[in-house]
């Protein structure tokens, strides 16, 4: 059978599959919405920051393995071959030039006994350094949660917003066709439909706007996860059961005391106080005296001796070991000013764990309060919504028996806009309240 036949019978049905997978696969990536917990995990998985300070802490790893290492002798060798033409004066030659050749061998190590703790403390230090940067990760992680959570609130407060002013505009629109039967019929001005049709303009307006809000809320929730432009993305919006989020709440001291427990900010300020401590102690070191000891081995040759390479190489063997004592006695005060200086660091370093503390204290202060007045002012906004839909209702009524002209509806309708749209401000700054108060209080956040 032909080749080329050959190939396109058995090429043509794994291309036309590939095509069809990858087909699929598109569509489902497409097709796919997000919810909040989605976005949250892919966000601490592909995120740039997040994954640079990852990379931080492998870098901090490799530092704790090579200050442990410091424990370790060093070993070195050296081979040298070195060649000497000099003039030599003889009574058989004068001034001739002699050209004589040598090879030394040398293996030498050395081991750092005592420096006044500094190894000791330096893998300390390495150690808590490789805390911090996996603290420098959590505390990334946490502002992305954050971010990302903001954002994806963002999004489903535009959503509803939409939703809305689409209801709105469906509302202006029944009563511009009413208000044009009800002028067929004599019943009202010509003025009135004008209104109408002013204000049903004005919705159209409102509705564009909210559309666009959506698509740039959108557009700011799919950057911060860092999802390729290229890429279709589409958000889910779940019910939000509004009275579940708010069944139960902790004591504000309750809240105080779980958030210093758990926040990685707090434990961070508390390891670099450590660090501060070690580094008081590694400068203090500098006023003690360093032992170390020494070894070597050496053995050499040369042309101008008559004894073979090998049997000289044995007979110029060579093996020394010692101890080496360095006592500090005066350099320049380089070593009380480092103490001095590790000390200032040791207070900066108090007072940074102070102003942490202090700082995260407030934050949950103003979030717990903010999420009791956002729930009072949800409830206070559905009783306005309530009165003021129950109050356009009778106006509606009214303008279509004639009672009340397009003015005076309007009046009430632009009531009933402001109503609604304190009662989606208010629900979910309350709900946003409250996922910040779950973050402080260092439980998962979703919807």
């Known amino acids: 059978m032909n080749i080329k036949v050959i190939l396109f019978r058995t090429g043509l049905p794994i291309i036309l599959s590939i095509l069809a997978t990858k087909s699929s696969v598109a569509q489902e990536n497409t097709s796919q919405e997000w919810d909040l917990n989605q976005c949250l995990n892919y966000a601490l998985e592909h995120n740039i920051q997040v994954n640079k300070k990852k990379l931080a802490v492998?870098?901090?790893?490799?530092?704790?393995?090579?200050?442990?290492?410091?424990?370790?002798p060093n070993l070195s060798a050296s081979i040298s071959e070195s060649f000497t033409n000099s003039k030599t004066q003889s009574a058989v030659t004068s001034g001739s030039w002699d050209l004589n050749s040598g090879t030394s061998a040398s293996i030498s190590s050395s081991l750092l006994i005592y420096n006044g703790g500094i190894i000791s403390n330096t893998i300390k230090q390495s150690q808590i350094n490789v805390d911090i940067a996996n603290l420098d990760v959590e505390i990334t992680k946490n502002n992305i949660i954050l971010s990302i959570t903001q954002a994806y609130l963002n999004v489903l407060y535009a959503k509803e917003s939409v939703d809305y002013n689409k209801e709105i505009l469906s509302t202006s629109l029944k009563q511009v066709e009413r208000a044009r039967e009800l002028i067929k019929a004599g019943s009202i001005a010509r003025a009135d439909l004008a209104q109408l049709e002013a204000q049903y303009a004005?919705?159209?307006?409102?509705?564009?706007?909210?559309?666009?809000?959506?698509?740039?809320?959108?557009?700011?929730?799919?950057?911060?996860?860092?999802?390729?432009?290229?890429?279709?993305?589409?958000?889910?919006?779940p019910e939000i059961n509004f009275n579940k989020e708010f069944s139960s709440l902790p004591t504000i001291n309750e809240a105080f005391n779980t958030s210093l427990s758990v926040m990685p900010d707090i434990k961070l300020s508390q390891l670099d106080q450590t660090v501060a401590e070690i580094n008081v102690k590694i400068a203090k070191a500098g006023y003690m005296p360093t032992l170390s000891m020494n070894a070597n081995y050496s053995t050499d040759f040369s042309n101008q001796k008559t004894n073979s390479f090998g049997t000289q190489l044995s007979d110029n063997q060579m093996q020394r070991i010692g101890l080496s004592l360095s006592?500090?006695?005066?350099?320049?005060?380089?070593?009380?000013?480092?103490?001095?200086?590790?000390?200032?660091?040791?207070?900066?370093?108090?007072?940074?764990?102070?102003?942490?503390?202090?700082?995260?204290?407030?934050?949950?202060?103003?979030?717990?309060?903010?999420?009791?007045?956002?729930?009072?002012?949800?409830?206070?906004?559905?009783?306005?919504?309530?009165?003021?839909?129950?109050?356009?209702?009778?106006?509606?009524?009214?303008?279509?028996?004639?009672?009340?002209?397009?003015?005076?509806?309007?009046?009430?309708?632009?009531?009933?806009?402001?109503?609604?749209?304190?009662?989606?401000?208010?629900?979910?700054?309350?709900?946003?309240?409250?996922?910040?108060?779950?973050?402080?209080?260092?439980?998962?956040?979703?919807?």
């Open 202 to 237: 004005s919705d159209q307006y409102s509705l564009v706007t909210a559309q666009n809000t959506l698509i740039s809320n959108t557009t700011n929730l799919k950057q911060l996860l860092e999802i390729p432009v290229i890429d279709t993305f589409k958000v889910m919006f």
């Open 327 to 447: 006592i500090p006695i005066f350099n320049k005060y380089a070593t009380s000013t480092s103490v001095q200086k590790s000390k200032i660091t040791l207070k900066q370093a108090d007072l940074s764990m102070q102003e942490t503390k202090k700082n995260l204290l407030q934050n949950v202060e103003n979030v717990y309060q903010n999420t009791i007045a956002g729930k009072s002012r949800y409830d206070a906004a559905i009783v306005q919504y309530s009165s003021a839909d129950e109050s356009y209702k009778i106006s509606e009524t009214q303008f279509n028996l004639g009672m009340i002209n397009a003015v005076d509806l309007l009046k009430v309708k632009n009531t009933l806009l402001n109503a609604n749209k304190e009662l989606i401000q208010a629900k979910y700054s309350a709900i946003l309240n409250r996922k910040i108060l779950d973050f402080y209080l260092g439980k998962s956040i979703s919807l």
């Open 58 to 72: 492998l870098s901090s790893e490799a530092d704790y393995l090579k200050s442990k290492s410091q424990r370790l």
